[in-house]
């Protein structure tokens, strides 16, 4: 049980998740962000699972078949693309990904800067979200709106840093109603 290593873990994440967020003008999301990860089924598997390099999801899915931890995290947490798939509108019965706002899709950048932040250390370079990104993206359940978005910011924090893609965010939410 590794209680100490999995709190330190979740609270550098969730605090660099809040400083990219409060660069991209998200305050609320920033603040509230991954709140869930202190809620016990997430915290004890976290702790029971936790070896500090990668997702201690990871290895309780391993070890169990499933992970208790994530079913509950995607749920509760909208810059999951996961909490966003669903029935097709198109009554055959077949999953999809649905168009996530605006708003979760700017987290979920920051959420992934900032797990590559917090799990890569010194050896993290602005290519690394796309990089982890790149090596999985087949098999995500993603709205094409959505992909489409994502890719073009995890681009863009590639090419071109951090400062530039948040300041381009806020120029993005600016234009929005509250509710996209």
Not at 32 to 57: A, T
Not at 77 to 96: C, P, R
Not at 157 to 177: C, F, N, P, S, W
């Amino acid at each position: 049980m590794h209680i100490w290593g999995h709190f330190k873990t979740i609270t550098k994440h969730k605090l660099l998740v809040m400083k990219h967020c409060f660069a991209c003008g998200m305050y609320g999301q920033g603040l509230r962000h991954d709140l869930s990860k202190y809620s016990p089924v997430e915290f004890w598997n976290g702790c029971r699972y936790w070896q500090g390099d990668h997702s201690p999801n990871e290895a309780e899915r391993r070890a169990k078949g499933y992970s208790a931890a994530w079913l509950h995290h995607k749920g509760r947490n909208k810059h999951h693309l996961e909490y966003w798939i669903d029935y097709t509108a198109d009554g055959d019965h077949s999953m999809g990904g649905m168009k996530m706002p605006l708003r979760y899709v700017c987290e979920m950048l920051c959420d992934r800067v900032a797990a590559s932040e917090n799990y890569m250390g010194d050896a993290y370079t602005d290519a690394a979200p796309w990089e982890y990104y790149a090596r999985s993206r087949g098999h995500y359940i993603l709205h094409p709106e959505t992909r489409a978005l994502l890719e073009k910011l995890l681009l863009m924090v590639r090419d071109e840093g951090q400062a530039k893609t948040y300041a381009y965010i806020r120029r993005l939410l600016k234009q929005t109603t509250k509710f996209e």
